[in-house]
């Protein structure tokens, strides 16, 4: 059984830092691209960042370049994303999804496979 499973989430001042960890089975995850979405209330989901299996190529959403940090520990099956900087209107409940293909990186179609996501709240 194919299981994501994120933490990481929590309630954090805007400016601050956090980190989220994805945790990943059933599945070779190494061998698949690992994105994190977020989705804010009344929101559609949107993309934040991926990482391809090597580990070495990264994309990133132009909001948050420079801010967010998305790794992966193919030894641990576990992808992180470091937020620094967070901003207010970055709450949302993020999620870590492994990719499918068939369409853009930067597309939730993208993703077959997703966890349930963890909460994070930036206060002003």
């Known amino acids: 059984q194919v299981q994501l499973v994120e933490s990481g989430g929590g309630l954090v001042q805007a400016g601050g830092p956090l980190r989220l960890s994805c945790a990943a089975s059933?599945?070779?995850?190494?061998?698949?691209?690992m994105g994190w979405f977020r989705q804010a209330p009344g929101k559609e989901r949107e993309f934040v960042a991926a990482i391809r299996w090597s580990g070495v190529t990264t994309y990133y959403a132009d909001s948050v370049k420079g801010r967010f940090t998305i790794s992966r520990d193919k030894d641990k099956n576990t992808v992180y994303m470091e937020m620094n900087g967070l901003k207010p209107e970055e709450t949302g409940v993020y999620y870590c999804a492994s990719e499918v293909g068939g369409v853009g990186i930067r597309q939730v179609a993208a993703y077959d496979y997703w966890g349930q996501g963890t909460q994070v709240t930036v206060s002003s």
């Open positions: 059933g599945r070779t995850f190494s061998s698949y691209t």
